[in-house]
């Protein structure tokens, strides 16, 4: 659709005059030497989960992967980009601390909820089996915590997917030595809302970061 490039070339114009413009001098220095990102960050593709904005960085801060569901495969399985990812951000780069980012109203969280609206999507189906443990956990206790099934799922995904991140060499090596911090972070959409669930929490609590 060449409505749709025209659209993205009027941003790429606009990008060049009002960001790049006024800071050129930080983009020139950040290729005058090699990226150090302090953080790998898991997060959903959806389209309203802009990791940068909510945490408020900008280029070389934070190394990003983004994929249906914030899925990280457990290590062993079929090599893919995800493990790339993990592997290349903590022998490389040498993040010091790695986060999984789910959010509301997540269309991966409402498939697994819902197999069969996944039917005609073969490889979403695949891949959405990285949440399958997540889904019996989520709907054995949600009753019990009075809230709805789509939260507690979305919440139980990014724990079992810490869980399958600590199957991966690299990051258990990293935690053993203390070089590597993890969280689960739930990002609100609609209040702007992140709760976080950080390794000194108990199992499931995330808490919400409040303003200063
Ligand atoms: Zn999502």
């Known amino acids: 659709m060449k409505e749709t490039l025209d659209l993205l070339k ?14 050129a001098e930080a983009y020139r220095r950040a290729v005058s030497e090699p990226q150090r990102p302090h953080t ?38 079929i090599p ?9 951000a903590l022998d490389a780069l040498k993040v010091r601390h790695v986060v999984v980012c789910g959010h509301s109203d997540c269309g991966a969280m409402k498939g697994l909820l819902s197999p ?12 959405l089996t990285h ?3 997540a889904r019996r956990i989520a709907q054995a206790t949600h009753e019990q915590t009075g809230r709805d099934l ?17 199957t991966h060499p690299h ?6 030595r203390k070089a590597l911090t993890i969280s689960g972070w739930v990002y609100d959409i609609a209040t702007g ?20």
């Open 40 to 77: 790998l960050i898991v997060a959903c593709a959806d389209s309203r989960v802009d990791v940068e904005t909510i945490t408020s960085t900008g280029p070389g801060e934070v190394f990003i992967a983004r994929n249906v569901g914030n899925m990280v495969p457990a290590f062993g399985e």
């Open 80 to 88: 893919g980009g995800v493990g790339a990812v993990i592997e290349y």
């Open 193 to 212: 809302d992140v709760r976080i669930w950080e390794d000194h929490h108990s199992p499931d609590t995330f808490e919400t970061i409040s303003p200063d």
């Open 150 to 166: 789509l939260t507690v799922l979305t919440e139980q995904n990014v724990l079992m997917q810490l869980a399958h991140l600590r």
């Open 131 to 133: 949440g399958l443990a």
């Open 171 to 176: 990051i258990a090596d990293a935690l053993a």
């Open 116 to 127: 069969a609206s996944t039917i005609s999507m073969p490889y979403v189906e695949r891949w």
């Open 10 to 23: 009027s941003g790429i114009r606009k990008f060049h005059a009002e960001v790049y413009g006024q800071r």
